[in-house]
C-alpha cells in the first residue's frame, strides 16, 4: 500500500494555481527528489503532505499507517531559527510534540527516543551544547534528529543542505542515504542541486521543468 496518493492534485494559495493535476504515488522505501525553479510550488506541495495548506484541487490519502502528525519535517530555516537558545537535546525531544497532545511532559520511551536518533546522527556528544551555537552542518543533523523523532516511516526535507559546505554537505547526504537504504524510511526532499537525484533517488519530480524523453522513458522521472 503507497504511504502517499495524491490524485488529480492542484497546489497554489489565494486561488493562484502553482501545480497542476499531480497524479502519483510514493511507497515505502522510495527516495524522491522533488526540483523545479523557484515558485513552482515545491514548498507549497511539503506543506499541502502536512496539512498546513489545503490543496485548490485533488486529495492528497494517506495509508499503512500513516497520519499527518507522524511525517518527520525539516523545513528551510530561517536566521531567527538558527539563533534559537535552546539545548541540542531540547530542540531534537521537542520532535514528539505532535504526538504528546495535551500532556506536559515527555515519557522515558520518548526521552530514549531522542537519544537513540541523537545517536543515529551521530550528535550525542552535542546533547548538552547550546543549539545556536553549532556549525550548520550540525545544525542540521539536530533538526534531522528532531523530524525522525515524528516518524518512523516517512521525512520531507526541504533543501537541507543549502548554506553548507561541501564536507558537510556530502555528510548530510550520506546519513540520509543511510536512513532511506538500511531503516527503510522514505524520504521526498526538495533539492537544487542538479546532482542529488541522479545520485540518490529513486524518483525525480521536476516542477514546472522540461526533462528528456530518455529520462520520462526511464521511469524514474515525472513532470
Not at 546533547?127 to 556549525?135: D, G, M, T, V
Request: net charge neutral.
Amino acid at each position: 500500500m503507497a504511504l502517499l496518493k495524491c490524485t488529480d492534485l492542484t497546489l497554489g494559495y489565494e486561488n493562484i494555481v502553482l501545480t497542476e493535476h499531480l497524479d502519483f504515488e510514493v511507497n515505502a522505501g522510495e527516495y524522491w527528489c522533488i526540483t523545479g525553479e523557484n515558485g513552482t510550488g515545491k514548498s507549497t506541495f511539503m506543506k499541502t503532505i502536512l496539512g498546513l495548506r489545503k490543496p485548490l484541487a485533488g486529495t492528497i490519502s494517506y495509508g499503512d499507517g500513516l497520519e499527518k502528525n507522524k511525517i518527520g519535517y525539516l523545513p528551510q530555516q530561517t536566521q531567527l531559527q538558527k539563533d534559537f537558545p535552546a539545548s541540542v537535546t531540547e530542540v531534537v525531544i521537542s520532535g514528539f510534540q505532535g504526538k504528546t497532545g495535551l500532556r506536559p511532559f515527555y515519557t522515558k520511551e520518548e526521552k530514549a527516543g531522542a537519544l537513540k536518533n541523537m545517536e543515529r546522527l551521530g550528535i550525542e556528544d552535542l546533547s548538552k551544547r547550546c543549539y545556536r551555537e553549532l556549525s550548520g552542518g550540525q545544525q542540521q543533523r539536530v533538526l534531522l534528529a528532531r523530524a525522525l523523532c515524528a516518524t518512523g516511516k516517512i521525512l520531507l526535507l526541504d533543501e537541507p543542505v543549502t548554506g553548507l559546505d561541501p564536507k558537510a554537505t556530502e555528510e548530510l547526504y550520506e546519513l540520509i542515504k543511510k536512513l532511506n537504504r538500511e531503516d527503510k524510511i522514505t524520504i521526498i526532499m526538495i533539492t537544487h542541486d542538479v546532482e542529488a537525484p541522479r545520485k540518490y533517488a529513486t524518483h525525480v519530480m521536476n516542477f514546472g521543468e522540461k526533462i528528456t524523453k530518455e529520462e520520462i522513458s526511464s521511469g524514474r522521472y515525472m513532470v
